[in-house]
């Protein structure tokens, strides 16, 4: 996989967990990779398709879980 066309990241060995605590089959899981990538996959399709995110990459999308910044609107 290439980041950017530039760095390529190898998944093969990548250990994957489930993100959050007594996380159940419908989470994401995520693995650090080589050079500090981090990879997001959907738990339940694991041969599917990566997200992999640069350092401040990832940096700026958990600072923006944790402000709720991606939180679903009250109806």
Excluded: C, Q
Excluded at 29 to 40: N, W
Excluded at 52 to 57: D, I, M, R, S
Excluded at 58 to 71: L, Q
């Amino acid at each position: 996989m290439s980041i950017n066309g530039n760095a390529n990241v190898d998944l093969s060995g990548a250990a994957w967990r489930k993100a959050g605590e007594g996380a159940g089959n419908d989470s994401v899981e995520v693995a650090l990779l080589a050079e500090g990538h981090i990879g997001l996959r959907d738990g339940k399709n694991p041969d599917g398709p990566v997200l992999v995110f640069t350092p401040a990459e990832w940096s700026a999308f958990t600072a923006g879980v944790h402000d709720g910044e991606f939180d679903r609107p009250e109806k």
